[in-house]
């Protein structure tokens, strides 16, 4: 009798722990494609959906940008997500349906598709400094049959390209506290002399 082996079965341990993580209970993290896990490797039977992500592919350094992830096709009955970001920097907060978790985000209960898609809204805090961001995001589409048959998911990333700080600068030749003293001077000093005449008058 031949059994299985360690590694066979720390895969099967894994989805039967995972099972209901993305769809059918209250989010999970590490299943972004940030890393080589994604969802896919327990949730299959199902068509892929598309996964896309929608926002600023430019941000001033300290800038918050509004983001959205879609999925659409697949099960498509409810879905779920997994964000993720390369830059440690960067602050990833949460929207409607949403929290956060491992520094990553990830929905609170499966979201029923509206009109064809199912999205989720969140903001990316943009580091103190130039670089780049790489946002990992993950989408499960789910059949909603309390287990992992019949879904299936896909994953996108996006860069965000962080410029540096735009700080107001003075403009040249603008007036400063010591130049604008002299004027002030001949200011008072012409409006003593108008008055000192009208008295005489």
């Known amino acids: 009798m ?3 082996s360690y590694a066979a079965a720390g895969v099967l341990t894994a989805c039967l722990l ?3 993580a993305f769809a059918n209970a209250t989010g999970a993290t590490g299943y972004s494609g940030k890393s080589a896990a994604t969802c896919s490797t327990c949730h299959t039977g199902g068509s892929a959906p598309t996964v896309t992500l929608t926002g600023p592919t430019s941000l001033a350094a300290g800038a918050t940008g509004q983001y959205t ?4 096709g697949g099960p498509g009955l409810r879905g779920g997500f997994d964000v993720a970001v390369d830059n440690t920097a960067a602050s990833l907060e949460p929207g409607t349906g949403s929290k956060k978790q ?3 985000l ?3 209960t499966p979201k029923p598709a509206a009109s064809g898609a199912i999205t989720f809204d969140f903001s990316l805090v943009a580091p103190p400094s130039a670089g780049t961001v790489k946002i ?8 909603g049959n309390g ?4 879904d299936a998911s896909a ?8 410029t540096g700080n735009n700080e107001p600068q003075e403009e040249e030749g603008g007036c400063s506290s010591a130049g604008g003293a002299p004027v002030l001077a001949f200011a008072l000093t012409t409006g003593l002399a108008l008055l000192r005449r009208r008295r005489r008058n």
Do not use: D, M, Q, R
Not at 69 to 72: A, Q
């Open 102 to 104: 491992s520094n990553e």
């Open 136 to 143: 990992f995001a993950a989408g499960n589409s789910v059949n």
């Open 106 to 108: 990830t929905h609170t």
């Open 147 to 150: 287990t992992e048959a019949g």
């Open 155 to 162: 994953t996108t990333t996006l860069t965000v390209n962080v």
């Open 18 to 20: 995972s099972a209901p």
């Open 2 to 4: 031949k059994f299985p």
């Open 69 to 72: 992830l879609t999925i659409t």
